[in-house]
């Protein structure tokens, strides 16, 4: 069964940057992509960007496409979500995420019917 397990986390001030890890225990051998989604207190849950893990192309949400970075290494069956510039806007908890068979990533940020595993997330918080 697949498990997903993110690292990174932690308290930073507004301006710094984190780097968040994700490692799969298993690759399936579907086109299914994989996605960072991220939830504040008393917020829905948001797609912030995904992957294709076998093309490589990604899309971000506008409030982040400019600061954040999504890459994997698919050898290692690892997927990094690179933050730059961080504010208090973007505190949450932050989840890794597979999708359905059906899931794409392209042309939208991820959606969260669109995943079925996710981790159990990491907390970050950006606050002076």
């Known amino acids: 069964q697949l498990t997903l397990v993110e690292s990174g986390g932690g308290l930073v001030q507004p301006g710094e940057s984190l780097r968040l890890s994700c490692e799969a225990s298993?690759?399936?051998?579907?086109?299914?992509?994989v996605a960072w989604f991220r939830q504040a207190p008393g917020k829905e849950r948001e797609g912030v960007s995904c992957?294709?893990?076998?093309?490589?192309?990604?899309v971000s949400a506008d409030s982040v496409k400019d600061r954040f970075t999504i890459s994997r290494d698919n050898a290692k069956k690892m997927v990094y979500l690179q933050m730059n510039n961080l504010s208090p806007e973007d505190t949450g908890v932050y989840y890794c995420?597979?999708?359905?068979?059906?899931?794409?990533?392209?042309?939208?940020?991820?959606?969260?019917?669109?995943?079925?595993?996710w981790g159990r997330g990491t907390q970050v918080t950006v606050s002076e």
């Open positions: 995420a597979y999708g359905r068979l059906d899931a794409t990533c392209r042309n939208s940020p991820p959606k969260v019917s669109e995943y079925n595993r």
């Open positions: 298993s690759w399936t051998a579907d086109y299914a992509p």
């Open positions: 992957i294709s893990r076998i093309y490589g192309t990604t």
